[in-house]
């Protein structure tokens, strides 16, 4: 066999593969998909997710079933289609992903609606197109479901055009909730007003559990260097303020061992490594927040990562 035969050779085994591949996954999604309609309780087949090379294909395939007439259909396919997309080289793949799951804010289903906006959230900036981040700022409004996770993205994305609707929502009465996170929404867009209200919130709150459970995770949304150094202020403290993790034992320790793990996955060459899913890879957390208080000392002028949610 020459080179020439021998290359096509290779080049036509690749496509049949390829084509036996894409039809593989593609029944697999089809007949997940219609079987789900008498049987909820079926396993999404997980080998469709293993298909990088077809994921184009896949998306085409689900778009259909997310306006189907049964709830259960549409909420599978979402999901799905939120699982192609997230882990998906593909620009395209990931754009078309963020297209669907911004329309799907707007159905019926409290629930469906609910599960798009927090889906959105691990997507890049560059996963939205121009049109998606105008479709996503007319959804901020007080009748669409689960407003705050929509308005927090909303912050995320940064649009000059979702201002006046996020001033709206903040001075509305809905409940808190929403209106705090208009407000951190705005700090995220670098609002002074809504970072001052936030400051000036901290500054009489006391520091403990609540605070670092509940409220630091909004903290660290917002991606601000003043916000910033209010949590470097938690970790440099010596106050044993907050419970120990072990569930069998009362004593305090330092509230920073947990601030320090919000803050490891937003801020760049942090001396704590984390995996893939942003958790901490520490085995001595003693010494890990000592290292980290002399990072913090010898950069004062770290970078913040603001191009993840």
């Given at each position: 066999m020459?080179?020439?035969?021998?290359?096509?050779?290779?080049?036509?085994?690749?496509?049949?593969?390829?084509?036996?591949?894409?039809?593989?996954?593609v029944q697999d999604l089809t007949g997940y998909l219609t079987a789900v309609?008498?049987?909820?309780?079926?396993?999404?087949?997980?080998?469709?997710?293993?298909?990088?090379?077809?994921?184009?294909?896949?998306?085409?395939?689900?778009?259909?079933?997310?306006?189907?007439?049964?709830?259960?259909?549409?909420?599978?396919?979402?999901?799905?289609?939120?699982?192609?997309?997230?882990?998906?080289?593909?620009l395209q793949v990931r754009q078309q992903t963020v297209a669907?799951?911004?329309?799907?804010?707007?159905?019926?289903?409290?629930?469906?609606?609910?599960?798009?906006?927090?889906?959105?959230?691990?997507?890049?900036?560059?996963?939205?197109?121009q049109s998606e981040r105008e479709a996503l700022g007319s959804f901020i409004n007080p009748q669409t479901p689960y407003l705050d996770q929509v308005v927090k993205l909303a912050g995320y994305i940064g649009e000059e055009s979702y201002r006046n609707g996020l001033v709206a929502i903040a001075t509305s009465e809905v409940d808190f909730s929403i209106r705090w996170a208009s407000?951190?929404?705005?700090?995220?867009?670098?609002?002074?007003?809504?970072?001052?209200?936030?400051?000036?919130?901290?500054r009489q709150a006391p520091i403990n559990d609540?605070?670092?459970?509940?409220?630091?995770?909004?903290?660290?949304?917002?991606?601000?260097?003043?916000?910033?150094?209010?949590?470097?202020?938690?970790?440099?403290?010596?106050?044993?303020?907050?419970?120990?993790?072990?569930?069998?034992s009362n004593d305090k320790i330092l509230c920073g061992y947990r601030v320090m793990e919000y803050l490891a996955p937003v801020i760049e060459d942090f001396p704590v490594a984390v995996d893939e899913f942003g958790?901490?890879?520490?085995?001595?957390?003693?010494?890990?927040?000592?290292?980290?208080?002399?990072?913090f000392t010898a950069n004062p002028n770290y970078k913040i990562d603001s191009n993840k949610y």
């Open positions: 020459n080179k020439y035969n021998y290359i096509y050779s290779t080049i036509l085994l690749l496509l049949l593969v390829s084509n036996g591949y894409t039809q593989s996954s309609r008498s049987d909820n309780t079926k396993s999404v087949p997980t080998a469709m997710f293993a298909d990088n090379q077809n994921e184009a294909v896949l998306i085409q395939t689900v778009t259909p079933y997310l306006s189907d007439s049964l709830d259960i259909v549409r909420r599978k396919a979402y999901y799905i289609t939120k699982r192609i997309g997230e882990k998906s080289a593909d669907l799951l911004t329309k799907g804010i707007g159905d019926s289903d409290r629930g469906i609606s609910g599960y798009n906006s927090n889906a959105l959230k691990g997507f890049d900036k560059a996963d939205f197109s407000r951190l929404a705005r700090a995220r867009m670098g609002d002074p007003a809504s970072i001052d209200y936030i400051m000036r919130k901290l609540d605070l670092v459970y509940d409220v630091v995770p909004d903290l660290i949304y917002t991606r601000q260097g003043i916000v910033f150094k209010f949590l470097e202020d938690i970790i440099n403290s010596d106050q044993a303020s907050c419970l120990s993790a072990d569930p069998d958790d901490v890879q520490v085995d001595d957390f003693e010494q890990a927040l000592v290292d980290v208080r002399a990072w």
